[in-house]
């Protein structure tokens, strides 16, 4: 059973930082892409950067526009973990924050789309 396991949440004040982490349970399992997306309040969820394995290209990241330059999204494929570095955090990042990672390996769930149970963020004035 695939198992994302989020920490890392918090309270924070606008302008400081918070690191999420996201560790995705047995090593049988590979993904071709990570990622963390949020939903706030009367809001849809929404992404908010992803990794994607790219083989020998290094595979790709990308960002939601409203976090570019303030978050940092990492992977270690060795641990099956993936990490949001938070900066600068405004009220608008408010949200409940969730990993999701898509199955590449074993092929028979090939494609399937897990996530985790969240974690608060929230950001006070």
């Known amino acids: 059973q695939v198992q994302l396991v989020e920490s890392g949440g918090g309270s924070v004040q606008a302008g400081g930082s918070l690191r999420l982490s996201c560790v995705a349970s047995?090593?049988?399992?590979?993904?071709?892409?990570m990622g963390w997306y949020r939903q706030a309040p009367g809001k849809q969820r929404e992404l908010v950067a992803t990794v994607t394995s790219g083989g020998t290209s290094g595979g790709s990241i990308d960002y939601a526009d409203s976090v570019k330059d303030r978050f940092t999204i990492s992977r270690d494929n060795a641990k099956n973990t993936v990490y949001l570095q938070m900066s600068s955090l405004k009220p608008e990042d408010t949200a409940v924050y969730y990993c999701n990672a898509k199955i590449s390996v074993p092929v028979s769930l090939r494609g399937r789309d897990y996530w985790g149970q969240g974690t608060q963020v929230t950001v006070s004035s």
């Open positions: 047995g090593v049988i399992f590979r993904f071709s892409a």
